[in-house]
């Protein structure tokens, strides 16, 4: 696109704005004509701004980024970590030990408040540092025009006064005066809630114009659906449309994905319910006579053992490490949520070309009226002669070269744009047409671009007196808006029993596995006629995309974890079965294709589930078969990457863009972006969705276990009457010593190996279902259960108030250690499974057990903890105790995986 000349637009596209005059005031961009608002800017269109001139700007606007609110400061966080009811409890517990003239217990639980509380701050940081750095690798690019030259930037460095080149599927990336525009539509949706996209022009409007109706203006957040722009940019960052609602936006969603959510209303609930039972342990131990400080720092000690503070914590750092496990395989998650969606995919909707196929075409054959050219049997340079020697391959190739949208340099060369047309255009150098040339003789002057509804792209080209018109499109589309065929080099009438044979030609590519595309043309006296009416049928191109390498076993671990994969193709479905054959896809499964797609999704779940390819598919359609399955009650991950995928891929449960072909619009649309484009990206993120769940659902329960057993244990001794086998800083010691690391290590694991063999999860299910619960029990009674027969041996063997106290506090601990051993799935096998694998386990267990070990050893903390050091016999009872749970629990679940092989 050219830039706009230097003397003020013609009078009809700029009406005198209204507000002129009236006010001394500049007008808004809105309401200026173009040249006043690039002179406001002091640029010119056609080289831009000058680089001392950005630094300046750039200073001065800062970055062209939307949110004020920078991602969450280290203050804020850190207020976070002790503005919670925990907090005040403990401080509440440290008042007590204050006033109980216990300077020492005082000054520990303040430690203690300040350990966790750095804790969390670290980590909490670490996790959304990562996050906002993956944000990052998905932002956007901008083609600008500077010192002359156009060069793709990051959006976020654009000034205002920067002139920037749009086309069709491109986000706009900051407020943008239109200078010129061809054909341009506008998604407003985002901005306007409008859903009907909008045409844009350069022509001003009046200035008090609403939002939605500044049809010379583009705004961040909206994206080109059709046509191309060029403008200049007048407003970024925060003083854009979009930035001065962002805040808005924010504050109503915080970005908390609904795992995080539900983990925080779970925290709350326990927080209710250890007051509760805190609370009726005090009463029944200032019932039974109990020193009344030390049952009251008992309860509250008690309820802070109960309530995991670090969950939130650890959930995130789950999710943060997924997100850059998932990276690191090319797919980079947009939405936190998709996180923990991802794993309970039922079914894939996948396209074909570059998802299945590698996208790496290359014209096969050519066929006419009258004969046929197979490029696969000559090899290149026999071809190469034959096609420069065959008039009709010639024309044929010059078509599809002039009705093109991408870039090549030269034969060797990759190109650049859809690859399809890329080897359209490697195949016309190699018969001689090349582009530009073409295009110096045959001036382009309309394009109307490929739309996936009608299925066919034109351009029209001055030539001599009247215009050619290049068409091409697939098959059937253009078979049925031709008119005339050209045989024996004359035209001739296009009757139905020609088409029908056209028609089964093109079948035969089909069935080859080629892509099929058919060219044709006509002259035109006007350059505005209907370009797809009247058209001279010339000729089918058969092109070869071959399938993935990696496909087929990515399609095979699919079945194998109870995912439906389902092809849902613009392409015919002799094409798409042929590609479906060489990956092992829809094997036993029916095609659907055109008007047969409608009537399956108006049939319901038995009709779709029939079905295993959608051909000849709509972007209508598209979001109609998403919902059919939604409705159905699977959920459904579907990849896109057009325009006319976006509101199918907002719909979907899992929206996958492509990063490689796929437009800014479906991008933004999309959960997740796979960067290589790949289906077997897919399959990598679900298994880490798979993972991440299991995670959190692992270091949750035993999390839970291990604080529910401190509960009971405590419980059972006022219950009974007995000394205390916990003290109160004993439990705080615990927590932050078991809670942390064995919790941190459960949630980096890798996850079970057989992740992906078994049925996706119930999307209901929540984190805690009956299962987890009756596992939280069991765990916590036994661990109990070990810690008072621990007691009990303390007093057979007569031992101090402090031995024994020691005795109890290291049985729990050390129980609680082992116990993440537990924590391994019962599939899996006793020596060699997903907790034994995880090396961060091992460094967990190594830390948990110095920090145990040396408090007995080490006298200050020995009197803080009131623990002694433990004799033979003690340390006897303690591994004793605290190992008998591993051993029951382990052989239970030996037990349990042996019934359910037999049954
Ligand atoms: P797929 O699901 O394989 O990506 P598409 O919806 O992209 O299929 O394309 C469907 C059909 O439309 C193709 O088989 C081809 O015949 C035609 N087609 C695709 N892209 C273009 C284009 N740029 N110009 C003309 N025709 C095209
Ligand atoms: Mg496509």
Redesign the pocket.
């Known amino acids: 696109m050219e830039p706009a000349p230097g003397p003020r637009g013609s009078a009809k596209s700029d009406p005198e704005p209204v507000a002129r005059g009236r006010s001394v005031v500049p007008p808004a961009p809105h309401a200026a004509p173009f040249v006043d608002v690039l002179q406001d800017l002091q640029v010119s269109p056609g080289s831009g701004l000058a680089e001392e001139e950005i630094m300046e700007r750039r200073h001065h606007h800062g970055a062209n980024i939307a949110h004020m609110r920078p991602p969450a400061s280290a203050w804020r966080l850190l207020w976070h970590q002790f503005n919670s009811p925990i907090v005040y409890l403990l401080g509440a517990a440290a008042a007590l030990a204050l006033y109980a003239g216990q300077m020492e217990e005082a000054i520990a639980v303040l430690a203690v408040l300040a350990i966790n509380g750095a804790i969390g701050f670290a980590t909490e940081l670490r996790a959304i540092r990562s996050i906002a750095a993956l944000r990052r690798l998905g932002t956007h690019s901008a083609r600008v025009k500077r010192d002359g030259l156009v060069r793709l930037l990051p959006a976020q460095d654009l000034v205002p006064g920067d002139i920037v080149i749009l086309e069709a599927g491109d986000a706009v990336p900051a407020d943008i005066r239109i200078i010129e525009a061809a054909n341009l539509r506008v998604d407003e949706s985002l901005l306007t809630g409008e859903s009907i996209t909008v045409e844009k022009t350069p022509a001003p409007v009046p200035g008090e114009t609403r939002l939605g109706d500044r049809t010379c203006m583009l705004h961040k957040g909206t994206a080109l659906t059709q046509g191309g722009a060029l403008g200049v940019v007048v407003a970024t960052g925060a003083r854009t449309e979009i930035g001065r609602i962002a805040r808005l936006i924010e504050e109503a969603d915080p970005g908390h994905s609904p795992l995080e959510r539900k983990l925080a209303r779970l925290s709350r609930q326990l927080v209710v319910a250890t007051f509760v039972i805190a609370g009726v342990i005090a009463l029944l131990g200032v019932l039974g006579g109990r020193d009344t400080v030390l049952i009251l720092e008992a309860a509250i000690a008690l309820a802070v053992a109960a309530i995991p503070e670090g969950l939130p914590i650890v959930a995130t750092l789950a999710l943060a490490r997924g997100m850059w496990r998932m990276a690191r395989q090319n797919a980079l998650v947009e939405r936190l949520s998709a996180v923990e969606t991802l794993g309970a995919t039922t079914v894939i909707l996948t396209?074909?070309?570059?998802?299945l196929?590698e996208n790496r075409m290359t014209v096969r054959r050519l066929h006419f009226a009258d004969g046929e050219v197979d490029l696969a049997e000559q090899g290149p340079d026999p071809a190469l002669a034959r096609l420069i020697e065959d008039p009709q391959a010639v024309s044929l190739l010059r078509i599809a070269v002039l009705?093109?949208?991408a870039d090549l340099a030269g034969v060797d060369e990759t190109g650049s744009g859809?690859p399809?047309?890329v080897a359209l255009l490697r195949a016309g150098l190699l018969a001689g047409q090349e582009r530009d040339r073409l295009l110096a003789t045959h001036r382009l002057v309309r394009t109307e671009?490929?739309d996936?509804r009608s299925?066919?792209?034109a351009t029209v080209h001055e030539s001599g007196d009247g215009f050619l018109v290049a068409?091409?499109?697939?098959?059937e589309?253009i078979v049925s808006a031709a008119s005339r065929v050209v045989l024996d080099h004359r035209e001739t009438d296009l009757d139905d029993a020609l088409r029908a044979e056209w028609l089964a030609q093109a079948e035969t590519f089909g069935h080859h596995g080629l892509?099929?595309?058919?060219c044709a043309m006509k002259m035109e006296t006007r350059s505005t006629n209907d370009p797809f009416d009247d058209l001279v049928l010339v000729g089918l191109i058969g092109l070869e995309d071959p399938a993935r390498a990696d496909v087929p076993g990515a399609i095979a671990d699919c079945l194998a974890a109870g995912i439906r994969v389902v092809?849902?193709?613009?392409?015919?479905a002799t094409?798409?079965r042929s590609i479906a054959h060489a990956v092992g896809l829809a094997q036993g499964l029916e095609a659907a294709e055109g008007d047969a797609v409608e009537t399956v999704i108006e049939d319901g779940p038995a009709a779709l589930s029939r079905i295993g390819i959608f051909?000849?598919?709509s972007p209508e359609e598209k979001l109609a078969l998403v919902k059919a399955y939604q409705a159905a009650g699977e959920i459904v991950a579907m990849t896109g990457?057009?325009v006319n995928d976006a509101p199918a891929l907002r719909q979907a449960d899992i929206g996958v863009a492509m990063g490689l072909r796929g437009t800014d619009v479906a991008r933004e649309a999309a959960a997740m972006v796979l960067l290589d484009d790949a289906f077997p990206t897919i399959v990598k993120a679900i298994r880490e969705g798979r993972v991440i769940f299991g995670n959190i659902r692992r270091f949750v329960v035993y999390l839970l276990s291990c604080n529910l057993s401190e509960v009971l244990v405590v419980a059972a001794a006022v219950l009974f009457g007995l000394p205390l086998p916990l003290l109160p800083l004993q439990i705080l010691y615990l927590n932050l010593v078991t809670d942390i690391f064995p919790a941190f290590a459960l949630a980096m694991g890798e996850g079970e190996h057989g992740v992906l063999r078994r049925p996706p999860r119930k999307p209901a299910e929540s984190i805690l279902g009956a299962d987890q619960w009756g596992r939280i029990v069991l765990f916590a009674t036994t661990l109990t259960a070990a810690t008072l027969a621990a007691v009990v041996a303390a007093h057979w063997y007569a031992l101090s108030e402090t031995q024994a106290v020691t005795v109890s506090f290291l049985t729990l601990a050390f129980a609680q250690v082992w116990h993440v051993f537990n924590m391994r799935s019962v599939r899996a096998g006793l020596f060699v499974n997903e907790i034994t694998g995880n090396v961060w386990i091992w460094i967990a267990l190594a830390l948990c057990g110095v920090l145990l070990v040396l408090p007995p050893y080490f006298a200050p903390l020995a009197g803080l903890l009131g623990v002694a050091p433990p004799d033979r016999t003690m340390w006897t009872i303690v591994l004793a105790c605290s190992l008998a749970p591993l051993v029951i629990l382990q052989a239970g679940m030996l037990l349990r995986r042996a019934l359910v092989t037999a049954a």
Do not use: I
């Open positions: 396209d074909k070309t570059g998802t196929t009705c093109n949208g859809d399809m047309e671009p490929f996936p299925r066919m792209m068409a091409k499109g697939a098959p589309a892509r099929v595309l058919a092809m849902v193709t613009g392409d015919h094409t798409a051909a000849r598919v990457d057009g």
